[in-house]
Structures are given as C-alpha cells and as structure tokens.
C-alpha cells in the first residue's frame, strides 16, 4: 500500500502541506483535488521518486510498477500503434530477448521465452494496444501512421495510451480529459472503472472523477485529508464544514437562493421530456454543490443584454464545410434569447465547424443564413486564447473594450475572476493555459452578449472556476450553444440537446446516460462494419450491404440484452457502493467503540462483510458480462 506519514513538501521556500499522514490500499481509486498550486502535481512527482519529501516518509512497495503519462513525445518515424506497445515494458523484455535467443539459435531459451510470452498474454499485445487507440478516438488506418504525423493533441492521446497498456499496480493520472473529446472521456471512465490497480486520478472535470473514484484526498490550508466517497460525497461533507463559518454561510445563502430562484422558473416550464426532467434534478443538486464551494475565489455574472431581437439568428437548408466536402448538410434551425443548446457527437461529425458558422466565422455552402443587425456575439474558443495580446496586462485588455470606465471598476471586474493585486498589471505572456482562458471569458462576459457560443470552454479551468461559470451561465438570458466534454456543465445549463453525427443535425431525446449508451451501440456497430469481410474486400452490390446490414442487425440482438444485464449490475454495484460507504462513515465515529454501542458495532462488521463479498461477486458478473459483449462484438 501507499504510506504516508507526517510528510512535509516544499518547492522552494514555498510550503506545499505538511504532516500529511494517510494510507492509500491497494486497488483504492483515490481523486487528488486541490486548488491550482496546492501541490497536486507535486505529490505525484514524490510518488514518482522525482521529488523527496522535506521531512516524513512516503512509501510505496518496491515491486510496484508505477504508470503515468508523458508531457512530452518525441518527433519520431516508429508508427502509432508499436510506440502505444511500448507501455508493455514485460512485453517489450520478453520480445528483446526472443530476438537474442533467436540470433543465438538457442532452441531450450526460445521455448521458455515463448512459454513466458504465452503467460504473460504476449500475443495478445497488439489487439489490445488497437482497442486502447481506438477507445481514445485514433481509426483503424491511424495505427501505422508515425508518431511524428500527429498534432499535439493527439500525441498526448498516444501517451495515455501507452500509460494505460502498462501492466501497472499504480497508475498515476493528471488531468487525462485534458486532450479528449466528450467521447474518449466517456471510454476512459470506462475503463478506468475497470482498472484492477490502484489510481489517482488529478481531474478538474467533476462528473468523470465522480464516476470513478471511492476516495478524496483533497489538499488546502498547507493540509491533506483523505476522505471516503466521490466527489460529491466529499463536496456534501466540506459544504457541511464551511456552513460553520458565518461569512461563507451568508454568501452561500445567496448562492442557493440564486439558483433556487433559477430552478424555480425552469420548474415552472419543464416539459415531459427525460432531458427536462434530467437538468431539473442537477439544478436541484446545485444547492449542495454551491454549499462546497462558497469560498470560490470566482464570483462573476452576466449583465442582462443591451438587446434582445427575436429571433437572433436563422438558418434554413444549410450546408456546412469546404468545396471539397460537405461536413454537414440540409441543417435549420433558430435561436431565440432564452435558447440553450447542448451539442454532441462523435469526434470529427462538425460541432466545431457548426460554432464556427454560428460565429460567422465560416460562411455556408448553401442555404440561407440570416443573423439579426442587433446580435452581439460572444465567441469562446481555444485558438483565442493565443489571440490575446501577449506584451499587455488584463487591465489593458479591458481597458480596449471600455475606456470609459474607471480603472477599479475594471480592477473589480477582473477581480471575480481570480485576477488580484499585482496579477493585474502583469503581463499576460508567462500566463498558464487556465489564466487565459479566465482572462478570455472575462473579456467575453464583459460585452453582454447575447448569443454565446463556447467550444470547449472548460479545458484548462479548474473544479472552482467551472463551478463559477456554471452558474453564470444558468442566469444567463441571451442564447447559448456550448460543445463540451464536461458533462456536468452540460447538464446544468442546457436545456436542449443536438446530436452532430453522419451528415445531419437532429433533437436528441435523451440525457447524457442516454447518450453514453448510442456512444456505445455506435462504437459496437463501426467495429462489426470494419470486421465484415463485405467491406475488406471492397464489394458494394446490394446483396453485399443487405447482408451486411443482417449481420450487424444481429449482433445489435445479441448485444442489447447483455447492455441491460450491464447496466442492471452497475446499478446493483452503485447501490452497494453507496451502502459500504454509509457503513464506513459509520464505524469512522469514534462513539460506535464505545461499550454501549457493542453490539451495533458488531453488527455493522458483519454487514460490511457481507456487502464486500456481494460487491466482489457483482463486480465478477460485471466484468464477465462485459467479455461477452466484447466476444460478440
């Protein structure tokens, strides 16, 4: 196991946290959370024996083997799919010394090695560094493409790749979404669920590290508690504390009943549709996460807009892309203020190329395009960020939008969204990724838009700052379309989802469980289309596609009452996490050992006995069931 005791950090002459004492067991998936700077990253570069701590010891056994992911990969000639194997170091050993054993024609080495290789599942490497890249997003035809032919992005996603191939018992994660689309993080959660080894995970996209996590160790005040449960968990007990403080009390009064007068009014129009009825109940939620995060140094909103025309923005038979291929076709659709539009679909079906026509930042191939002359848009997207001006401050950003104002009104402004004191009249070049895009939304909200469009606005914001912006966002009253791969964010504001997959644009009539299991159907049928010898071999006669069609409807037969079996045990595997949990928040209160409290105690030791044994056995029928759907596809 993980032992750390009284471990004091520095990094320089900056305290990180000190008397850090805790146990981390193994297969414990454990979230590491923290503010930005409170030695998240830090803790993982001890772990990884790159950094000694100041005082204490922290331990770990010797024969582990220790994952994590590469900030850096090299240019390289060696294809996609061999650098994604080199995770497999036992694999790689073993392959090193065939290769000897072979130049020295030992016949009694090979047979051992070759005996080694067998159990050590060795010929099964391949297909599954093929199933990793392919879960990430990467096609079939990308696996021989060299390493060097990648963007930044995507050699990242080849470093997660070959972190997850590693036969590890501890696997180390910062900020692995950072990278992903909506659909890759889905696949990771996944998998990670299913990762038999011990995990922490650093995450600022709480739905993700919710679904995955048993455990909190959460850094703050130069202190590191472990807590049991998700994030939520962890959120209601830290709510639960911070009432006591009085200040932050009557600011979290205000929060709720802000958001409370929000649900109300949502209340008051919500419709029969499962996707109304899903975002009432995380508005609903939004009480005791606003509780766990009334210190937020993010206070920010948006002033109402200067106009609001009716509608803002129409589209009628639209065509979207470029001359030499059309990415989306026959779109309609108009926004009115009020409208808030969540966008999904696969990886490349054009939600990014449809912000940008929105944006009027690409014109359509056909069709009628009409935007009203009152529309003022607010447009956040990653490629701003390098749009600002590097040698200015955040006051010189503000100050070009508004020369009029006073410099503290600006200064307050910039204020609510975490720019303080010097931070101010710095310039904004050495800025992280997540102070750009703080400065950017800043910027953007200034403005009062009102239509907003925002692809991927979350990626570099931490836990804090997105809570802030969610709750901007849910008073907002312009129009919004937002793409994220943030499922909390898109739950809590958008009341309508559109589904961007082959060609089209349509309503989708689901929420975001919905949309993981068409993410997952979809998944099963690309690969049933790739495997069909109809399509290796190149025929396209009708026979061919009917017979296909047969095919891929039968195994769609056969995988649909594994999927229900599937998510029945998930369902039974949350029930039974949430029972454990309850029981050992129980046996954490130091009066249950106390004499009169015997034979409850007892009691409870039997119960968590037997619910361990029924979460084992659920979780055997989980991975089975999961063997199958995989046999089948």
């Known amino acids: 196991m993980i032992a750390f005791e009284n471990v004091s950090l520095r990094r320089g002459p900056r305290l990180l946290f000190e008397g850090a004492t805790f146990m981390i067991h193994p297969g414990q998936k454990v979230g590491l959370t923290g503010a930005n700077g409170t030695g998240k990253s830090s803790l993982f570069a001890m772990l990884r024996h790159e950094l000694q701590p100041d005082s204490g010891e922290a331990s770990i056994p010797r024969q582990w083997v220790v994952a994590h992911v590469a900030q850096e990969t090299p240019g390289v000639d060696r294809s996609a799919i061999d650098y994604v194997m080199d995770g497999d170091t036992e694999f790689r050993q073993i392959q090193a010394q065939l290769k000897q054993a072979e130049a020295e024609d030992d016949g009694t080495r090979l047979g051992l090695l070759h005996a080694q290789l067998e159990a050590a599942d060795g010929y099964n490497t391949r297909p599954r560094a093929a199933k990793l890249m392919a879960g990430l ?38 900020e692995p979404t950072n990278h992903l689309d909506l659909d890759a993080v889905i696949w990771l959660e996944e998998w990670l669920r299913s990762y038999p080894g011990t995990l922490m995970l650093i995450s600022h996209d709480r739905t993700f590290i919710d679904g995955i996590v048993q455990h909190i160790a959460h850094i703050e005040h130069q202190k590191i508690d472990l807590y049991n449960g998700n994030y939520s968990a962890f959120e209601l007990m830290r709510a639960e504390k911070l009432a006591q403080q009085q200040a932050a009390y009557e600011q979290q009064q205000r929060e709720v009943a802000h958001i409370r007068s929000y649900v109300d009014r949502f209340r008051a129009k919500a419709s029969k549709a499962r996707q109304a009825q899903s975002r009432l109940k995380a508005l609903e939620r939004m009480e005791v996460i606003s509780a766990a995060h009334v210190d937020s140094p993010f206070h920010f909103s948006f002033r109402p807009p200067e106009k609001a025309p009716h509608p803002l923005l129409t589209l009628e038979e639209v065509a979207i892309g470029y001359p030499a291929r059309v990415i989306i076709d026959k779109l309609s659709i108009s926004l009115a203020p009020g409208d808030r539009i969540g966008l999904l679909g696969p990886n490349g079906a054009g939600k990014s190329t449809l912000i940008k026509l929105l944006a009027n930042e690409l014109a359509p191939l056909k069709g009628r395009y009409e935007m009203s002359t009152e529309i003022k848009i607010g447009y956040f997207a990653q490629h701003q960020l390098e749009q600002l001006h590097i040698d200015e401050t955040p006051l010189n950003h503000l100050q070009r939008l508004d020369a009029r104002a006073s410099e503290q009104a600006l200064r307050n402004w910039l204020g609510g969204f975490g720019f303080r004191g010097e931070r101010v009249d710095e310039a904004v070049a050495p800025f992280s990724g997540g102070e750009k895009a703080r400065l950017v939304l800043a910027l953007l909200v200034y ?4 239509i907003i469009l925002l692809d991927e606005p979350t990626n570099h914001l931490d836990l804090e700052m997105r809570h802030a912006l969610t709750v901007a966002l849910q008073a907002f009253e312009g129009a919004m379309v937002v793409v994220s791969h943030d499922r909390s964010l898109l739950e809590s504001v958008a009341d309508k989802l559109l589904l961007v997959a082959d060609g089209r644009v349509t309503d989708f009539d689901g929420d975001m469980a919905d949309y993981a299991r068409w993410l997952a159907v979809r998944r099963v049928e690309n690969q049933s289309a790739e495997r069909s010898p109809f399509v290796d071999a190149g025929e396209n006669s009708a026979a061919a596609k009917k017979e296909r069609r047969r095919l891929e409807a039968e ?6 009452p594994l999927k229900r079996k599937q998510q029945s045990l998930e369902k039974r595997m949350d029930e039974l996490n949430t029972e454990k949990e309850r029981i050992e928040q129980q046996l954490a209160d130091s009066s249950i ?11 409870l030791l039997l ?13 055997e029928q989980w991975l089975q069931t999961g063997e199958e759907i995989d046999a089948v596809s």
């Open 593 to 603: 050992y106390e004499s009169s409290a015997k034979d409850q105690l007892k009691q």
């Open 555 to 560: 195994k769609r037969k056969q995988i649909q």
């Open 447 to 450: 403005q009062r838009p009102n």
């Open 607 to 619: 119960r968590q006995g037997d619910i361990q044994q029924l979460l084992d056995e659920t979780e």
């Open 137 to 174: 997003g990467f096609t079939a035809s990308q696996e021989d493409e060299p390493v060097k032919s990648f963007s930044g992005g995507w050699r990242m996603r080849l470093n997660l790749a070959q972190a997850l191939m590693c036969r590890s018992d501890l696997l180390l994660l910062d």
